[in-house]
C-alpha cells in the first residue's frame, strides 16, 4: 500500500484511466491557478467536466465527499473560470467529484458523483 501523497498520485491516475474508459477525453492533469489545482480536466459530449479526485483507504476520519468543502469548492470555480478564460471555453460545465477507496490488499473501488457540486455553491 503506497503511502499518502504517492497513494494520491496513484489514485489520480486510476481516476484517469477511469474517465478515459468511460469515454472522456483527458485535457488537463493537475491544472493550476493560484492557490487551486484541479485534478482533471475533462470532456465528454460537449461538456466541459472539472474533476477533484479524492483517494482514501478505507478507514478515514474524514469521509472524501466531506472533505470538498465551501472553502476548496471556491478556489475550484476560480481556478476553472480562469481556466475557461484561458481556452475560449462557451459550452456546457460541470464539477465532478471521483472517489478512489482502496483498502489495504485489495483493488481500489471508484465512486464517481457526477455534478457534485454547483459553481458558486
Known amino acids: 500500500m503506497p503511502h499518502s501523497r504517492e497513494l494520491g498520485k496513484q489514485g489520480e491516475q486510476i481516476a484517469a484511466d477511469y474517465l478515459r474508459d468511460q469515454g472522456y477525453e483527458i485535457l ?6 493560484r492557490r487551486a ?13 472539472f474533476v477533484e479526485v479524492k483517494t482514501r483507504r478505507q478507514n478515514t476520519w474524514q469521509s472524501a465527499e466531506r472533505s470538498v468543502n465551501a472553502a476548496k469548492r471556491d478556489r475550484l470555480s476560480n481556478a476553472a473560470s ?12 460541470r464539477f465532478d467529484l471521483l472517489v ?5 490488499a485489495e483493488d481500489p473501488q471508484i465512486t464517481h458523483y457526477e455534478d457534485a457540486f454547483f459553481r458558486g455553491w
Not at 37 to 49: A, C, H, K, W
Open 28 to 33: 488537463e492533469r493537475n491544472w493550476r491557478h
Open 82 to 93: 480562469a481556466y475557461m478564460a484561458q481556452v475560449g471555453h462557451e459550452w456546457e460545465l
Open 37 to 49: 489545482e484541479i485534478d482533471l480536466i475533462v470532456q465528454s459530449e460537449g461538456i466541459l467536466v
Open 100 to 104: 478512489v477507496v482502496w483498502p489495504a
